[in-house]
């Protein structure tokens, strides 16, 4: 039996599941008028699933990739179920449109930090209707009142007469009810599970090897390819020696891929070798003649052209900062897993956009979209890599070509050379300071390619990109003459998002120039901040949080430095300090770092921890040592020998201090990022008066 | 045909000796918690133990390994019961996850040679990558599992 009922913003549809189980479906809109005919419960998702044992499946929109999402999403969906936290199994969705994440423009996508905020409230719904359809069948069944009973731990209780009955038991005959038209929502003080730092749910699987990634995906019959795609970016494929490569033992067969060619064998190994043997060559391309000093010049040319501005005051910095073009160097390189027949085809892949990867499929495949399911799998890092799909056309069109399943794992070398970058910039700050110390005229511009551009080209012809000047403005300090102009720079390199995003080169850029102001007025770069954050009482509690937790002023040994920097960006505001010393030698070490955030209404407290953790060895990683470089045309660095990430040895002391706040969630898997940069540099300035305006660190004299 | 001893059983494997250890186990053995991260000896995540001593699958070939004890991350314990696991639960480190195969071992291999590491000792031992920075709660969570290891004796 299907029944469907309609709340103001929630279609339910309830199913039964094998005959006993209970299944509740829903689709989401904004639009209190819409209606829906039977011919639409189609398009509902599925979102639990309980089976008479027990089981409680609760289908999630969100790509699991180490922020948590699954977890956090779980968290709220059970909250509401009143479901017994230990009986929870989460999967991630199918392609649907009842998934479509309302803030990245109903797209099935896991990024900008949105899997908690964008899903609070139809998490809660669902979980909401659910349990009540299961009070509602005890009820029935004990001829009670539905207000005579509880839900609690996957059970429904009859106080009176003590009587339970568990949601397994239930499951059958809540499948036969009608969903409720509006569930009544637990309030904050019933909560039970959110705002408790409740183990994940993924960490067991990941502690034995069992965890499955995409490179594990195992299929009956399954090959392995390798790919190589041109190194100059756009490059043709112009020649290869095919019977080489079929003469090594194991390889199948040879197919082209769109930019490059693939080695399809019985093993991973094999079609390594083969494609070894293989040899492409490529010619052409559209970076070709592209080298850095090129991309440097092309950045300060752009500069020139918005022209410097007229600036007068008691005391005046004219300054330029650069960051350079960052990989996103997921553990897991890229990969796909398809297998294609004549009316099917199936793709397993670590994602972040599902739809972009449904897209690819069909094409690729020449199928319908009803005739591809995309299965997401747990991702080995994603950071805005895996919101692209160029693994899953190579992935689909060798199994096409060769009829069978078949795995493409990307060599390190590949995933290096074949990345969708963080941009490189330049940005200039013009400050002018009156005889208060305070900024008087705030004059920044940014050259920098448009990330938004990737997903939505026309934000680049008219200079326009909120994601890739974010940070840079609006500020939160008070400067009465404030002026930031952005101009689009493009070089033909493809651009993606890298954790963070725009806030990750703004930061370091607004940041820095900050604190160079605070300098010049002769005033401690905490207390100038907090003086010139007036307007923002958020921002400034955090910012003395983290003074007040890093012991902010109180004395260091000889040749230590404290910086300190804040950022908002996904709607969380973060601030760190970091301590640094200097060695007689120049040798950097990074002692410590005080983090605090405040990102609104938390929902697991130790995953927004962890998350802040990781994002600051991320960010410290990036200021230190990463960098991707072009020569002719190409990606120098290849692997993780000369594309350097912080090892533990280096990372420092990490404290965070979440603040718990009545105000709308915000995101952490992004915010903790950016603050690491120029927290640590302007650390570096406290320590030496050596001012690093360019980044990564790297070899520069300290 | 080559023998290995794994996790306590003998395979015979049909691969060319030549053949990284790393690709036999995962594609020939089905054995897919030792992971793939740059193929050079970098990163770790492919870190098994051999002779109880942690070497990277993807720099030795099946024909150096044959014949000697290899232990992948499937035969710590499917259970979660080995000390070094339950710390790893405890502590909560694991983010992606992906690096933590490679992660583990080396712990293990780490406290059984020194049964109370101090941190420059852990900075020594693990050089293995991990992409989502869990470096603070690997700390934590292996002088934990030291602990734990004392109080099981
Ligand atoms: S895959 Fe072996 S060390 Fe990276
Ligand atoms: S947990 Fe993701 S790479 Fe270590």
New binding site residues.
Partial sequence: MIATAMSRRTFLKVTTVAGTGLAVGCVFDNEPTLTMSAGEGGQLGLWVRISPDNRITLVVPASEMGQGAHTGQAMLLAEQLEADWDTIEVVTAPVGSAYGNKKIMYQQVTGGSSSVTAWWDELSEVGAATRELLVEAAAQQWQVSDSQCTARAGRVYHEATARSLSYGQLAGAASRLSPPWRPKIKPREAYRLIGKPIPRLDIPAKVNGSAVFGIDVRRPGMRFAAVSQSPVFGGELTSYDERSALAIKGVESVVAVPNGIAVVADSTWHAHKGLEALGPKFAGGVTRGLDSAKVDAMLRAKLDEMGKAEIKGAETIDVEYQVPFLMHATLEPMNCTAHVTENSCDVWVPAQNQDRCESAAVDASGLSSDQVNIHTTLCGGGFGRRLESDFVTQAVTISRAVSKPVQVIWS?EEDTRHGFYRPASMSRFQISVGTDGKPERWANQLACPSVAATFFPPVAWFDFDPTTYEGAKPIPYTVPDFDMEYTNVDFGVPIGSLRSVGALHNCFYVESAIDEAAHLARVDPFEYRRELLGEHPRHKKVLESVAKASNWGTALPEGHGRGIAIIECFDSVVAQVAEVSITGRGRLKIHRVDCVVDCGRVVNPDIVKSQMQGGIVFGLSIATREEITIKDGRVVQSN?DDYRIMKLKDSPIINVHVIQSDRESGGAGEPGVPCAAPALTNAIFAATGKRIRRLPIGKQQL | MLTLTINGTTHQVDVESETPL?WALRDTLGLTGT?????????????VLIRRAPF????ITVGEAAGKKIQTIEGLSTDNTHPVQQAWIMEQVPQCGYCQS?QILAAVSLLRKNTNPTDKDIDRAMS??CRCGTYPRIRKAIKRAAKLAEAEQ
């Fill in positions: 390190r993780f | 790393l992971k793939f991260g740059c193929g050079i000896g970098q990163c770790g995540a492919c870190t990277r699958s993807c720099g490679g293995n990558l």
